[in-house]
């Protein structure tokens, strides 16, 4: 217990608490998932912990792993209840995204953490270009079928389990960029979540199984407490983001976001291991 009171000061608690409220908000308001804010977080949270960087890195992504798969769980019951899962865009998807993401948590242990940072970095400044053009961007009129069809999920799939962010948060923009309607995309998401999170939850808790030097609150690579102080406020603020976002001037609130997604690509470029 004194180990957790240590790990987790008052102020810290406060400012995971913060960060997974704004984690909820951009959720319910934007449809941004929270390995995004989650990721960049821990790294310098955890950047004094006597660790390698690269495990470093492990733990911030599994971290935030736990973090969108609560949230997940959230999100698609409350899709499932409203009606506004595509199950044809799921069905189609899921298999590859599955595939893509095993081969990502492979992956994952491997990747130096440099790398892994400025991946992180251009996803993070792609979603914010996406977000200024408010979903304009077309590649196709419709997602192609077949086997190239597998090719954008299973590249999602392996991304978002190796760098810790939501499958839904990129399988938005980019179907939409391949011509489906934002409102078909959004509850197929919270599916996509759970499909990538759910196994790399148990994997990064694996990996990371009695390796020294590890929060005393992690299991693993997934470190429970900041798990829950980032996931229980984000749950409690999304569903009312989510019932504000029709009457919030929606644009200016994705320029802000965006300007703060670039912030967080430039961080991370800028930071050292």
Do not use: K
């Not at 991304?159 to 980019?174: E, F, N, Q, R």
């Not at 020294?212 to 997934?222: E, T």
């Amino acid at each position: 217990m004194q180990d957790l009171a240590i790990a987790y000061p008052p102020l810290l608690v406060l400012g995971l608490a913060a960060a997974g409220a704004l984690i909820g908000l951009v959720g319910g308001l934007l449809g941004i998932g929270g390995g995004v804010i989650a990721v960049p977080l821990l790294l310098e949270l955890w950047s004094a912990l006597a660790l390698p960087a690269a495990e470093r890195t492990l733990l911030a992504v599994g971290t935030a792993q736990a973090v969108i798969l609560l949230s997940a769980l959230v999100a698609a019951r409350a899709h499932a209840r409203a009606g506004t899962i595509d199950a044809g865009v799921a069905r189609a998807w899921a298999p590859a995204m599955l595939a893509g993401a095993a081969l990502g948590l492979l992956a994952a242990p491997w990747i130096p953490p440099g790398p892994a940072r400025l991946g992180f970095a251009l996803i993070a400044a792609l979603l914010g270009v996406q977000l200024l053009l408010g979903g304009r961007f077309r590649l196709a009129a419709a997602p192609p079928q077949g086997a190239l069809g597998t090719l954008p999920p299973g590249l999602i799939g392996a991304a978002s389990a190796a760098l810790g962010i939501g499958a839904g948060t990129l399988s938005g923009p980019v179907l939409s960029a391949l011509g489906v309607p934002l409102g078909r995309a959004v509850g197929a998401g919270a599916v996509f979540n759970l499909v990538v999170a759910g196994p790399a939850v148990l994997a990064f808790a694996w990996q990371g199984l009695g390796r020294p030097g590890l929060p005393p609150d992690a299991v693993g690579y997934v470190a429970l407490g900041a798990t829950v102080l980032l996931a229980g406020p984000a749950m409690l603020v999304a569903p009312f983001a989510a019932r504000l976002s029709a009457r919030l001037p929606v644009g200016l609130l994705r320029r802000v976001f965006a300007l703060c997604l670039f912030g967080i690509a430039l961080r991370l470029v800028a930071r050292g291991g």
